[in-house]
Each structure stands twice: as C-alpha cells, then as structure tokens.
C-alpha cells in the first residue's frame, strides 16, 4: 500500500543534516512506512535485475546504494527511539516489523536473478571490462558472499525452511528485548526503611524517593536495576540485607515469572543452530565468525579460554586480599557475591585513600562533556561542537549539536543522557543518517547513556565507570562522524563485529590523560579541581580489580560463546535446563567462581538473545588487543596531538567499511597488533 503524503517519513526531513523531525512524527507513522519502504525497495531492486544492459558500477553499485531510501528513513528513526523511550505502540510496531524485516532480507539475499545480476559484475570485472575502485571491489566481494551466507544457493526446500527460521528468530529477538526491559524494570526493589539507604548521597537518595513516586508509590525509595549483573549501589550500601536483595534481584531476572527468558533463550539458541547447519556451518558461532576477523569459532574460543585461568586467578587472589577487611565488616560471615562491591571499594580507600564516593562532586557531566569527551576530540581531530537548541529529539532530554571542523561543518551529535521506564539498560551510539559520498549526505549519530537524573536544580554527578562509558560511546560516535566513503553501506561503523568496538576503546585512552583529566575533574560547587593526590592514585589504580573485571566479562563472553558453539542436539531442550546448562559451561572453563557472576547472565543477555552481538560478545577484547596496541603507539608519539589524530582519523576512522577492517588497522598501525599490550594491561600472564 503507497504511503500517504502526509506522513512525516514519505519525504526526507528538511531539517538540517536530514535529522528526522521527532515533533512531527506520530508512533503510528512508522509502521506505514518501513512496510511502504520494504515494498519500494524489493520494487528498486527487481528493477536492478532485470536491467539487460551491461553491468556497471552504475547499475549494479550506485544502484543498489540508492534503494530503499524510504526504508532506511524510516528503520532509523524508528530503532533510535523505541530502544530509547518506548511505549507499548511502539513495542507493538517492533513486535509487528521483526518478522516482515527478516522475510525482506530473505526476499532480497535468495533472489537468484539478483545474485546473478551482481555476479554479473564481477564477471565484468574479471575479464577486464570494468574497472573498480577499492571500495566498489570490496562492495562487491562483501554483496556476494552476503548472497552466499544467506543462502541464495540452497534448494528451494531448504530456502523455504530458512525464510521460517529467519522469520521466527526475528520474533524471539524483539520479544526477549521487551521482556527483559520489562522484567528489569519489574525488579526494581522498593525500600521503605531510609536506613538502609545509608551510603548513598542526598542526591541519589532524593532521585530513588521521585522515581518511586512516579511509580505509584506514596512512600520509598525504588532503587531501579542496571542492565548488567553488577548494580551501582552496591558500591556504596552499607545494607548488607539490602545489597543481597538488590544482586538477587539483579541475576535472578528472567528465570521463572511474569517475564521468564528461558523459553526465549532455548528456542533461538536452538534454531540458530539449526539455521547454520542449513547454511553449511557446524555451528552458530562459526556461521558468525566467518564474517568477522577472527574468521573461525575457534580462534575466538582459542582467546577467551587462553585468558580465563589467568583472570580467574586474579580474582581469587583479589578475593584473598578482601578477606582480611571482609572480617573486620562482618565477623565470622562469608564473603558473598553481593559483597563484593562494597568490601573492594572500602579496599580502594584503604589501600589508595580514595573514595569512590569522593570524586563523583568532580566528575559532572557538563564538564565531563565539553570540557573532557569533547576537548580531546578537539585536540586530536580539530573538530569543535555548538549546541543547536532549535533541533529537537524524540524526548525533551535528548540534545543536539552540531559539529565542524576547519573546512565546515560534517554533520550532528545528538545525546540522551539520562535513564528512564521506556529506556533500555547500557550505552550505546546509532546512527541516523550515514555519511557518503553518494548522496551527499553528512552524518547524524547519536549516543545513549542511563545516567541517573538528579531532582531539579541539581547537577547531575558521574561515577568513574559512568564517564568512562561517555568517552567509549563517543568513541563509536566519532567513527560515525569522521567517516569518509561514497557508499551508505560502507559508512563510520559498518565494520565488522568484531572490529567496530576497537575505535570507541581508542578513545577510553584520553580519560586519564594529563592534558584532559584537569579539564574536566573539577568540584561542580567550589571549581577546585581533583586533588593531583587523587588523579595519580587514579593512575595508579588502573590494575585494581583487573580480576574481578575481566572474570565477569569473560563469564559473559564464554556463556554466548557456549549457547552458540554448542551442536544443535546438545543443547538444552526444556527452560528448566538453562541453569544448569550456565553452571556446566562456566565450569568447563574454569569462570564457575562463585563470588563473580558473569557480567550477564542468559536470561537478561540482550547482547546475545536480542541481536546484534550474537556469538559476538567476544568482539569487546579481540577489539582491546588491537585498542591496547594502538593506545602504546599513540603514547609512544606524543599522546594528544594532532598529527596522532589526523593519522588515526585518516587511515582509519575515515574508512569506515570500505577496505577490509584488519587490512585498516594495518595501513594505520603499520603492524599486526601485538597481545602483549592487553596482558599487560589487564595485569594478565598467560
């Protein structure tokens, strides 16, 4: 059905760099119009392939680069706000796409005539007809392989099984995303005794009393639950009572009530498996990392299990060197995992006489923004960023700004800072429009944090793990902003999996920095900045609790791992199975200690059941080896400099995913990376 004229997405925005027009777009516009967008564009491309005239970079390429304008208009407006601020329409509409999505890319990826009318092309180009660029040449041997691993070559009983496959893990994935939200939102724990809350600051203990209120409680506190299996509060809650309700609260979602996983988590890990035996692959996890730069399921298995022990290990010793001062807390008790937090943030005091507590009056998110995240990138990159009050998001909270560099401007940063029902849990950047050449459009990207907002009047204070989220985040941002391609597909962070986290982890770097930290680490109220004692003992931190880090993130990694490197006959068939399917895989490797959870556990593991980071969780430290490669050459050269910026933006942020990732890195680099900068970084030996 055509779409009507006069919904706001029928047309590109006319707002500045294209940024969607969020006031004047109703939550039912959007259905409409990515089901007139597939529509349009299946239309563009069987036009593609029925052209009889010679294949051209032209007819082929630019050709399949400008269809499904519409669409893309559409999906990227749409999954920048409903993972942002939800509503049950908008749920509604996610829940009704995901299956229509999934037959669209099957539509287009098993069209034989298409496949031929590409491959056309590159039989072209093999007998000397037609010459590429790099990016065409790397477009084209990317188009067919994608036509390969989606089974354009199978028989059409087999394709017809892959279209239900594809059709139904669609569902399950949008269906685990709402129900883990709901369930995390659900597990929010309500205290009504304000002694319990001793530990938290006034502020803190102000928003928690709002947010109970704006959830129908007359009186309390609701203490509302991250996303990951650690929960902020536990840092500081003297509690003990209170902090175990708040862990279980934590690692129990998703296993057993209104918003149970497991279900979810059994039937996708089971028919990814089956879906990549269809396509020629023993397993899930090789079926993804073929397409990335670990090239094989063992060699990201090879990794993880190689550095397990040792941060296992690491932990228990970190475990051994809190027992004195657990003892001393709570005779005669055992230390337990809702401990921990507490007990090795009294360990930092004691050891480093730091407060965690102390340095969130110095770290305010203004000054952590402007003169921190955004005075490093200004340093390195020359580019420099105006808040443009008259461009407006989807919610009153999200901010706009426009970036530039010597030449002019190169597009728009927007931000959303702060937590709230509708938002999912963690950080994350979008992108809404991606730059090239093509159609000469200038980028748009956006980043998501959950900082918890402060009552009004009151300035809104970070924790050191909450900027360096900021800086991370930025990091994906500037991949996004700083690209250089003709082709949208290939723009800022169209990298593989695996790759995509290395420039965000480059830009954690700049946090501790000394022509940075100074800037911005000054007292919200008095403008004195961190004591120089605190700064360096921040320094000199930076291996505490490198065990219980990497335990809890490689817990993760392995359980993702597990689920989809698993045979399809081995795994588990019922949800009563998941736990202990958990448990077996966590000891098979050595991370089953109990004191550390695994940062997610499966039942509220979005990276993984959701989408996205599928057997792909481990992308975070295979990206840190060539991160912690990059920031020793950085330091090596004089740090904060413009020549080390302008190498890093032009040899790599500029070429997003137009060359081979790994072949990027070693034009910028100049050497495949070497793992002894992340041991060392991560206090490893291995």
Known sequence: MPLTASNPLAVPSVLPYELPDYPAIADTDYQPAIEAGMAEQLAELAALAADSEPATVATVIEAWETSGQLLGRALRAFYTKQPADTNPVLDDVDAAIAPQLAAHTDAIYLDRALYQRVAALAQRVEAGEVELDPASAYWLERKLQAFERNGVNLPEAEQ??????????????????????????AGAVLVTDAAELDGLSDAEIAGARERAAEQGHESGWLIELDNTSGQRPLDVLKNRSLRERIHRASVNRGLGGEHDTRPLVVELARLRAERAQLLGFATHAGYIAADACARTGEAVWELLTRLAPAAVANARAEAAEMEELWQRIEPGEPLQAWDWQYVAEQLRTERYQLDATLLRPYLELERVLHDGVFAAATGLYGI??????????????????????????????????????????????????????LLDQLPVVMNNTNLIKPP????????????????????HALHGLLSDVRYPSQSGTETPRDFVEYPSQVNEMWILDAD?????????????????????????????????????????????????????????????????????ALASVGLDFELVPPRYRSTYFRHAFEGGYDAGYYSYIWSEVLDADTAAFI???????????????????????????MDTFRDYR?????????????????
């Open 456 to 475: 009004a009047g009151e300035p809104t204070l970070m924790t050191w793990d909450d900027v360096i989220a900021l800086f991370h985040e930025f990091g």
């Open 516 to 584: 940075v930290l100074p800037r911005y680490a000054v007292h919200h109220a008095t403008g004195e900045p961190m004591p120089p004692a605190w700064v360096e003992t921040l320094r000199g931190s930076t291996l505490f609790q490198q065990g219980f880090k990497t335990t809890e993130y490689l817990g993760a990694a392995l359980l993702d791992q597990v689920w989809h490197r698993t045979p399809l006959d081995e795994l588990p068939t019922d949800p009563e199975q998941v736990e202990e399917f958990e448990r077996s």
């Open 160 to 185: 017809a099984r892959l279209r239900e496959l594809n059709a139904r893990i669609a569902e399950l994935q949008s269906a685990f995303g709402r129900e883990t939200l709901a369930g995390t939102n």
């Open 635 to 661: 330091q090596a050269n004089g740090g904060l400099r413009r020549e080390n910026g302008e190498r890093f933006r032009r040899h790599l942020l500029a070429k997003g995913g137009s060359v081979d990732a």
């Open 670 to 686: 100049g050497a495949d990376p070497d793992l002894a900068h992340l041991l060392e970084r991560r206090g490893l030996q291995v």
């Open 384 to 437: 420099t960023f105006t808040e443009r009050d008259d461009l407006h998001g989807y919610n009153d909270e999200v901010r706009v700004f426009e970036v530039a560099d010597a030449d002019g401007p190169i597009g728009l940063f927007v931000a959303d800072f702060y937590t709230r029902g509708g938002k999912q849990g963690g950080a994350w950047m979008n992108n809404l429009v991606d730059q090239n050449h």
